[in-house]
């Protein structure tokens, strides 16, 4: 069965600091991958996704993810975060194989950033 | 644009009874909607895919019974918790995606039900 896996419960950090959230998946075939974001009190949000091509895919915001295939792996940085970043962060497979619409979610990093 | 409302946006219920939430696509035509739980500081745990015009497929463990989806037309889902306990408070997430779009989906801003 597929699987997200997000090690970072909870992260913060200053404001200007560097991040990284991982996101590891299991299933050995086609993916596409989603990073969402769920602002305090407000609704999911794509922020950036892969399908196909160039493994570093750039979102909104300043975020970028990069895939890297022998890993597994699907993390999201962003060089210097803001206040305004504040979120929880959402990592989502689809497995294209299983000729499905679903996404499987992580379990969710909660970001906290601080002036 | 792929703007995704829900309504009620929270509700509070007696246990026994039946509550209807609705989905709705409101800008573009959705073939596939998703009914998602979530629960505190946990993940969004997919219950059912409705498609439009035909049965949903319920996720093992999701009673179907319990939880029925109706999706008559391509911008509207509904789900409706029937004799509501107090185990099925919970916030309720939809999404869709587009008819010509990828695979990506596009959330409601989410029901909270109470049942008391």
């Known amino acids: 069965a597929q699987s997200v896996s997000q090690h970072n419960h909870h992260v913060i950090l200053s404001e200007a600091a560097s991040l990284e959230l991982g996101c590891n998946y299991s299933?050995?075939?086609?993916?596409?991958l989603f990073w969402y974001v769920q602002y305090p009190g407000q609704h999911l949000q794509l922020l950036l996704k892969?399908?196909?091509?160039?493994?570093l895919v750039k979102g909104i915001k300043g975020f970028e993810a990069e895939f890297i295939k022998s890993k597994f792996s699907f993390n999201l940085r962003k060089p210097s975060v803001q206040w305004s970043d504040t979120a929880e962060y959402f990592c989502?497979?689809?497995?294209?194989?299983?000729?499905?619409?679903?996404?499987?979610f992580g379990t969710g990093t909660r970001l906290q950033v601080f002036p | 644009g792929a703007v995704v409302s829900q309504h009620p946006s929270r509700v509070i219920c007696k246990s026994g009874t039946s509550v209807k939430i609705e989905c709705r696509s409101l800008d573009f035509q959705a073939t596939t909607m998703f009914w998602y739980r979530q629960f505190p500081k946990k993940s969004l745990m997919l219950m059912a895919t409705?498609?439009?015009?035909?049965?949903?497929?319920?996720e093992q463990g999701v009673e179907k019974d319990k939880f029925l989806i109706n999706h008559a037309s391509l911008t509207l889902s509904t789900l409706t918790v029937t004799s509501a306990h107090p185990e099925d408070s919970s916030f309720y997430i939809c999404?869709?995606?587009?008819?010509?779009?990828?695979?990506?989906?596009?959330f409601g801003p989410g029901t909270r039900l109470t049942v008391t």
């Open positions: 409705s498609n439009e015009g035909s049965k949903a497929t319920y």
């Open positions: 999404s869709a995606r587009e008819v010509t779009g990828g695979y990506e989906q596009y």
């Open positions: 989502a497979v689809n497995a294209q194989s299983y000729n499905t619409d679903k996404l499987i």
């Open positions: 299933y050995g075939g086609t993916v596409n």
């Open positions: 892969y399908f196909s091509g160039d493994p």
